[in-house]
């Protein structure tokens, strides 16, 4: 394993894997722009997708009827986007965008639907979120899966903040579709160009990988007690690597160090060669003598 590939996939996956779907949006568009494409990859597998929208999405806007507009054309573009992506319909529990919190209630409101479900995949946006609905509910999914433990694949993905990850699907030949699907957010799209953005993540995410696959979606997959949340996994040292080399990288450091210990050495006799050599040095010959004699005859007296 090369060190760049114990911190990022080499190679895509065509799916996560298989199962009953349970995905966590935090907003009415994130399921979408995080991971729409794993969404089609399901549905086309014969996978059972559950979709649920924990806020309104009202934003900032006042109480009243413009709040309660926002609300409902929010949800009518999650509704059309799924109509896209053909997983059925979202489900929106409605708390109130911007504050929700990762409690003991939400915690068993989603153990709950899990159990509901049969969910064997459980899709969220990944701790490394600012936004703080998003991580709340990273924060809620994970202690969903550490109470499940191997029952259920926690699979975070990224929004706003790229993630650390262990699995790169490839969506070339779905993002059209995923397209299609971000711009039914028309209200989202009006404020800030969420397309581009998504576009460019996803094309970024292919990097690493075959220079066939055009798109990509990233995801961070932990299962039971592995499901502890490191923004980066520790870098390998050379040591765990290869500990031959890095037994010959120690010999060559000592070798390195005793080599100028010697060159150090040979300028120092050089040093005092010239100065024994000098006619300044023969000339004070006495003098020294005569400090050796004082020095010599003071301890005796001593």
Known sequence: MSIESGFIP?????????????????HPDDEVFGCAGTIMRHVAAGDPVKVVILTDGGGAVAEGSARAA???QRQNESRAAAAILGYGQPEFWEYRDRELHC????????LAVVAAVGARWLYAPSPAEIHPDHHALSLAALSVSQRLGAAIHLAFYEIGVPLPPNRLLDISDLWERKRQAIACFTSQLADQAYDRHVEALNCYRSYTLAGNVQAAEAYRVMVGSATQWEMWPARPTLTELNPDAAVRQQLEQCQHHIQALQAELEQRQADYDRIAASRSWRLTGPLRAVARWLRAWRTTAA
């Open 70 to 72: 926002c609300i409902a």
């Open 103 to 110: 409690d003991e209630a939400l915690t068993q409101r989603l």
């Open 10 to 26: 080499y190679h895509a996956t065509s799916i996560l894997g298989n199962g009953p779907v349970l995905v966590l949006a935090p």
